[in-house]
């Protein structure tokens, strides 16, 4: 088990000893919603490299028999992040459903241009944002839509890792995919 061992640096502020001998520092004390999407992003785009090396069977699989398709989440992760998009002043443009595998292996592109415009947003003043739903307006605070964008593709990965080990399908090992991974591909100090 890692442990955690406060210290003094040289400006007064704490250190520690953590994960893998990491030693984090403390950046302004605030942590930042832009390194979370920036996380997410990360996360997604790595799900959808694992993802394109299966067969099609597995994008097929079902955690259980009244569960979306693995092929089902993913396009539900690109079409809800596009309505984030949508809701912090962009346009919608993942609008139908895809009728084949090949239609949803081809929301790669999307899915990642669709992120970088999430992580652009969190760099922003948090205000409220306003839009258009069923011909009704809604406000909603900036950092509560990009806060649902992080936690609902957090779901959904673990979602379609179960539905793959439902299915008998390759290992979706959802360590791969945490913070530390983050950091350590990411070479973030």
């Known amino acids: 088990s890692a442990s955690f061992h406060p210290t003094a640096t040289g400006h007064g502020a704490p250190t520690a000893i953590g994960h893998n001998g ?9 942590i930042a919603l832009q390194e979370a999407l920036e996380h997410m992003a990360w996360a997604d785009r790595k799900l959808f490299a694992f993802l394109s090396e299966l067969p099609d069977q597995a994008w097929h699989s079902r955690a259980h028999a009244q569960d979306w398709p693995v092929s089902g989440l993913v396009f539900h992760l690109v079409a809800s992040a596009d309505w984030y998009r949508y809701q912090l002043g962009g346009v919608l443009e993942v609008t139908s459903q895809p009728q084949s595998i090949a239609d949803v292996r081809q929301l790669s592109r999307e899915w990642q241009q669709i ?16 839009f258009t739903e069923d011909g009704s307006i809604f406000s ?35 360590e791969d995919y945490s913070a530390w991974a983050f950091r350590d591909a990411t070479a973030r100090p």
């Open 115 to 130: 992120n970088e415009f999430l992580v652009a947003e969190a760099a922003k003043e948090d205000g409220l944002v306003s």
């Open 140 to 174: 909603e605070l900036r950092s509560t839509v990009l806060m649902e964008a992080f936690r609902h593709s957090t779901e959904h990965r673990t979602q379609i890792a179960a539905a793959l080990k439902a299915g008998g399908h390759a290992h979706m090992e959802l």
């Open 22 to 30: 990491y030693s984090p520092q403390l950046r302004c004390g605030v």
